[in-house]
Nanobody
Framework: VQLQASGGGSVQAGGSLRLSCAAS????????MGWFRQAPGKEREFVAA????????YSADTAKGRFTIARDNAKNTVYLQLNSLKPEDTAVYYC?????????????????WGQGTQVTVSS
């Protein structure tokens, strides 16, 4: 499967963005989907994930109450809604696809990655 992330940009603190990740060349509905982010000089970290079958989703503590992941299987797309953004949310955001028996929260859980989209939050 190929993944194409989009929707990043520059916003002020408190603003919102919606990231999209379109999948092609694969059976989207068979994949669990996740979002990660990586700030300069830091490791890639988990943000949120959603299962393939029943749409159960889970987010990291840093995202709880502010970020929401959703998927539209008819459009082969997964979304990440970012609200109440903070300067520390500044990073490149990556979408990923994988398969597993539990919520996938680790980088190594995922087999396919998009190219990333930059989110910059100014104070």
């Amino acid at each position: 499967v190929q993944l194409q992330a989009s929707g990043g940009g520059s916003v002020q603190a408190g603003g919102s963005l919606r990231l999209s990740c379109a999948a092609s060349r694969g059976t989207f509905t068979s994949f669990d989907m996740g979002w990660f982010r990586q700030a300069p000089g830091k490791e890639r970290e988990f943000v949120a994930a959603i299962t393939s079958s029943d749409g159960v989703w889970y987010s990291a503590d840093t995202a709880k109450g502010r970020f929401t992941i959703a998927r539209d299987n008819a459009k082969n797309t997964v979304y990440l809604q970012l609200n109440s953004l903070k300067p520390e949310d500044t990073a490149v955001y990556y979408c990923a696809a994988g398969r597993g028996l539990r919520i996938l929260t680790r980088v190594n859980d995922y087999d396919y990655w998009g190219q990333g989209t930059q989110v910059t939050v100014s104070s």
